[in-house]
């Protein structure tokens, strides 16, 4: 008999589990029973180191002979995946995974369900992304993931173009969506884009000490000047370290139209518009949306998340009395978690990681507003303290859409 070695193939090494159906570990423990047996059963010192031994070895065996009992599927853990990272070479997945139409960036899926009768596939919900965007009815963030703020989306659509607002894709849209080109374009990072990126701590009072609240990477920037995210941008971008980006660097993004901030400046109450002043917002707080209407019409839409249980969005109708672009923040607990200022407080400065983004529309309600947010994934899922959060490139499109004195209805 020889010895086994490490290079012998697995089936030939034992292992607990081999030991166990072989039943050696039953046998090896009535052997170190039977020898620890008292000859004089009225000894009790010999009594006692039998049931010691008992007690320790039972949960042993017990443990071993465990190992030989099949899990139920319901707790058998699945196959494991390689993680989708920016930059990593997918082509060494296209033996496991069936390829899809569109990049399938592998994050949670939104917790709204899909109100949706049948869901598109992937390639047809980028492509209805990309269009409802570029028509100003906002989907939330582009990417090919189906949720209730894309049907939404549809449905307004629908609605604002006479259709049936049945949130699904009839044959002409289809022909639309089909035709649709390019539908990713090109993006070269520019000297000046590197302005908006730096170090944003989390804690307000380190916010407070700041000048400018950045976004913490190039890929960041990019991301939400085109409306999506991070993940989904690394996907149609594979094989490209979107963590390593610099000026002069190109990445394919979706084709909608950009968050321009080049122009974009601080200023705590921009001019009225008296030619806008006849348009009308109306918010949904069931279904979570905005509306910018003219003479009736549906013009514009986007996704919102409207306060929450403990400070719902105030439910009325309301008018705009102040518009500030790159807005600072008055952080305050006490006025964020009951409705009432305090003392206690810290000022944060402006940029697109401050809590309320790039764009405050003030309403004549105190401490009411429409504005930004640092977390254009939190749209329609997470809760706001009171007030209406958008997305900031959807934010900037509704302040370039209304002006002071514009009513609001909240219901």
Same mark, same amino acid.
Request: charged share 20%; proline share 11%.
């Given at each position: 008999?020889?010895?086994?070695?490490?290079?012998?193939?697995?089936?030939?090494?034992?292992?607990?589990?081999?030991?166990?159906?072989?039943?050696?570990?039953?046998?090896?423990?009535?052997?170190?029973?039977?020898?620890?047996?008292?000859?004089?059963?009225?000894?009790?010192?010999?009594?006692?180191?039998?049931?010691?031994?008992?007690?320790?070895?039972?949960?042993?065996?017990?443990?071993?002979?465990?190992?030989?009992?099949?899990?139920?599927?319901?707790?058998?853990?699945?196959?494991?995946?390689?993680?989708?990272?920016?930059?990593?070479?997918?082509?060494?997945?296209? *033996?496991?995974?069936?390829?899809?139409?569109?990049?399938?960036?592998?994050?949670?899926?939104?917790?709204?369900?899909?109100?949706?009768?049948?869901?598109?596939?992937?390639?047809?919900?980028?492509?209805?992304?990309?269009?409802?965007?570029?028509?100003?009815?906002?989907?939330?963030?582009?990417?090919?993931?189906? *949720?209730?703020?894309?049907?939404?989306?549809?449905?307004?659509?629908?609605?604002?173009?006479?259709?049936?607002?049945?949130?699904?894709?009839?044959?002409?849209?289809?022909?639309?969506?089909?035709?649709?080109? &390019?539908?990713?374009?090109?993006?070269?990072?520019?000297?000046?884009?590197?302005?908006?990126?730096?170090?944003?701590?989390?804690?307000?009072?380190?916010?407070?000490?700041?000048?400018?609240?950045?976004? &913490?990477?190039?890929?960041?920037?990019?991301?939400?000047?085109?409306?999506?995210?991070?993940?989904?941008?690394?996907?149609?971008?594979?094989?490209?370290?979107?963590?390593?980006?610099?000026?002069?660097?190109?990445?394919?993004?979706?084709?909608?139209?950009?968050?321009?901030?080049?122009?974009?400046?601080?200023?705590?109450?921009? &001019?009225?518009?008296?030619?806008?002043?006849?348009?009308?917002?109306?918010?949904?707080?069931?279904?979570?949306?905005?509306?910018?209407?003219?003479?009736?019409?549906?013009?514009?839409?986007?996704?919102?998340?409207?306060?929450?249980?403990?400070?719902?969005?105030?439910?009325?109708?309301?008018?705009?009395?102040?518009?500030?672009?790159?807005?600072?923040?008055?952080?305050?607990?006490?006025?964020?978690?009951?409705?009432?200022?305090?003392?206690?407080?810290?000022?944060?400065?402006?940029?697109?990681?401050?809590?309320?983004?790039?764009?405050?529309?003030?309403?004549?309600?105190?401490?009411?507003?429409?504005?930004?947010?640092?977390?254009?994934?939190?749209?329609?899922?997470?809760?706001?303290?009171?007030?209406?959060?958008?997305? *900031?490139?959807?934010?900037?499109?509704?302040?370039?859409?209304?002006?002071?004195?514009?009513?609001?209805?909240?219901?």
């Amino acid at each position: 008999m020889r010895l086994l070695s490490p290079n012998d193939p697995p089936a030939l090494k034992p292992n607990l589990r081999n030991l166990c159906s072989l039943r050696i570990f039953p046998v090896f423990g009535l052997a170190v029973l039977n020898t620890l047996r008292p000859r004089n059963r009225r000894d009790p010192k010999l009594k006692r180191r039998m049931h010691s031994a008992v007690r320790l070895l039972a949960p042993v065996f017990f443990g071993l002979m465990m190992l030989n009992i099949p899990r139920s599927a319901a707790f058998q853990s699945p196959p494991s995946q390689p993680a989708v990272t920016p930059g990593t070479n997918q082509a060494n997945l296209s *033996n496991q995974i069936t390829p899809a139409p569109s990049p399938d960036p592998r994050r949670p899926v939104s917790s709204a369900a899909p109100s949706s009768p049948s869901t598109p596939d992937r390639e047809t919900i980028v492509r209805l992304k990309i269009f409802l965007d570029q028509h100003s009815f906002g989907p939330g963030e582009i990417d090919d993931r189906w *949720n209730d703020l894309c049907a939404n989306a549809l449905r307004l659509y629908q609605t604002a173009n006479r259709s049936a607002a049945t949130g699904e894709i009839d044959p002409e849209l289809r022909q639309q969506l089909s035709d649709l080109a &390019p539908l990713y374009i090109s993006y070269q990072i520019k000297p000046d884009d590197l302005a908006w990126v730096g170090k944003s701590p989390q804690r307000p009072a380190a916010q407070a000490k700041r000048k400018f609240m950045p976004y &913490p990477s190039i890929a960041d920037f990019v991301a939400e000047r085109f409306h999506t995210n991070v993940l989904f941008l690394a996907n149609v971008n594979r094989g490209k370290n979107l963590s390593k980006l610099h000026s002069g660097d190109t990445v394919q993004v979706p084709n909608v139209p950009p968050l321009e901030l080049s122009g974009l400046k601080e200023a705590d109450d921009v &001019p009225p518009r008296p030619e806008l002043k006849t348009r009308r917002v109306e918010i949904d707080t069931q279904s979570k949306s905005l509306t910018v209407t003219q003479d009736g019409k549906i013009i514009a839409a986007f996704p919102i998340t409207p306060g929450s249980k403990q400070l719902p969005a105030p439910i009325g109708t309301w008018q705009i009395v102040k518009i500030a672009t790159l807005p600072w923040f008055r952080w305050d607990k006490a006025m964020l978690m009951h409705g009432k200022r305090s003392g206690d407080f810290h000022n944060i400065p402006p940029g697109p990681r401050n809590e309320v983004g790039l764009a405050w529309i003030g309403l004549n309600k105190k401490g009411i507003g429409i504005h930004g947010t640092n977390n254009p994934d939190s749209i329609g899922r997470s809760a706001s303290h009171g007030c209406i959060r958008l997305a *900031n490139w959807d934010a900037v499109q509704v302040l370039n859409a209304v002006t002071q004195g514009v009513t609001v209805e909240i219901k």
